[in-house]
């Protein structure tokens, strides 16, 4: 692939993902809790959850304009989507209530984690 198309496809991944942070992940807790929310219910968390993921999403979106300056807000959120999903995994584990969400938010953030990482201009490259 060449670094054009890469920067292309890179674009296109950082807006679908900055879109889905800001405006999916609620309609998600809302119609597949067992995949995308935590029991007890705790709406307290939700919010933040919501806060924080909404405001990478907008940063995605900007940064997407010229992703190859913005290779350290693509690796932070590579890494800290597969930390995120490494911790949710460990907890669904250990609650067995909670296994659905190895195939709902688990599953989706390792899919952005690896999508961006392989996406994303290589440093020679920027």
């Given at each position: 692939?060449t670094?054009?198309?890469r920067i292309k496809y890179?674009?296109?991944?950082?807006?679908l993902?900055?879109?889905?942070?800001?405006?999916g992940i609620y309609?998600?807790?809302?119609?597949?809790?067992?995949g995308?929310?935590w029991?007890?219910?705790?709406?307290e968390?939700e919010?933040m959850?919501?806060?924080?993921?909404?405001?990478?999403g907008?940063f995605?979106?900007i940064?997407?304009?010229?992703?190859?300056?913005?290779?350290?807000l693509?690796?932070?959120?590579?890494?800290?989507?597969?930390?995120h999903?490494g911790i949710?995994?460990y907890?669904?584990?250990?609650?067995p209530?909670?296994?659905?969400?190895?195939?709902?938010?688990?599953?989706?953030?390792?899919?952005?984690?690896?999508?961006?990482?392989l996406?994303?201009?290589?440093a020679?490259e920027?």
């Amino acid at each position: 692939m060449t670094n054009d198309t890469r920067i292309k496809y890179l674009r296109f991944a950082m807006v679908l993902v900055g879109l889905i942070f800001i405006f999916g992940i609620y309609p998600l807790m809302q119609m597949w809790p067992s995949g995308w929310r935590w029991n007890p219910n705790q709406s307290e968390y939700e919010q933040m959850i919501l806060g924080i993921y909404a405001t990478l999403g907008i940063f995605l979106l900007i940064g997407s304009r010229h992703p190859e300056r913005n290779r350290s807000l693509i690796g932070f959120t590579v890494w800290s989507s597969v930390v995120h999903a490494g911790i949710m995994a460990y907890q669904s584990f250990a609650e067995p209530m909670e296994r659905g969400h190895l195939v709902g938010d688990v599953a989706a953030l390792l899919i952005v984690a690896i999508l961006l990482g392989l996406l994303m201009p290589r440093a020679a490259e920027a």
